[in-house]
């Protein structure tokens, strides 16, 4: 199976700040690269398809660039509603496989 | 309003069995493959199964396989999965998603989770 590592784990960021999260897979998986939001409670949503496609209805402070192994997902100015936890997820190849997580909480 | 709504969830003892099941609506479901996804209490995602479009083909993680079994039916619009020998490990919230037409395992649509309970 093809891992995916997401780092930073937790970070801590203000209103208005760039945040910027990385997602390494274990091997290249072309764009092959979709990252979601989790908030408390509620089902994922997706935010970008295809390494850097943005989802229909998501903000545009929400970017996503990247191929082969190394992604970046980038929220440019944090507004409250975005406090959340954030997955990158393979799509590659059968299983489908996700990292693991990053949680931004407000600074 | 595209929508999916899982239901079947609850308490079941180890080696128990339960029938998840997700309605979908304001889709063509008979087009889409389909997804499900668990996620452990205070854990990550973590993929469970799939089906494609008109049920020929499945998938099963490891974890899973030999002991879940998904499947669809198109005329009422409904996903399943069938969970026999369950075991402490498979509590989690089981989520159904869609596959984003044309985009590989891109899940646009997701349920709000149904809560499975393995324990004495």
Redesign the interface.
């Known amino acids: 199976d093809i891992q995916m590592t997401q780092s930073p784990s937790s970070l801590s960021a203000s209103v208005g700040d760039r945040v910027t999260i990385t997602c390494r897979a274990s091997q290249s998986i072309s764009s092959y690269l979709n990252w979601y939001q989790q908030k408390p409670g509620k089902a994922p949503k997706l935010l970008i398809y295809a390494a850097s496609i943005l989802q229909s209805g998501v903000p545009s402070r929400f970017s996503g660039s990247g191929s082969g192994t190394d992604f970046t997902l980038t929220i440019s100015s944090l507004q409250p509603e975005d406090f959340a936890t954030f997955y990158c997820q393979q799509s590659y190849i059968t299983p489908p496989t996700f990292g693991q997580g990053t949680k931004v909480e407000i600074k | 309003e595209v929508q999916v709504v899982e239901s079947g969830g609850g308490l079941v003892q180890p080696g128990g069995s339960l029938r998840l099941s997700c309605a979908a609506s304001g889709f063509t479901f008979s087009s889409n493959w389909m ?1 499900w996804v668990r996620q452990a209490p205070g854990k ?4 469970v199964s ?1 089906i494609n479009n008109d049920g020929s083909s499945t ?1 099963y ?1 490891d974890s899973v396989k030999g002991r879940f079994t998904v499947s669809r039916d198109n005329a009422k619009k409904t996903l399943y999965l069938q969970m026999n020998s369950l075991r402490a490990e498979d509590t989690a919230v089981y ?1 159904c998603a869609r596959v ?1 037409p044309g ?6 649509i ?4 149904t809560m499975v309970t393995v324990s004495s």
């Open positions: 997804h990550g995602l973590v993929w799939h998938s993680a989520y984003r985009s590989p395992d891109a899940f646009d997701w349920g709000l989770g």
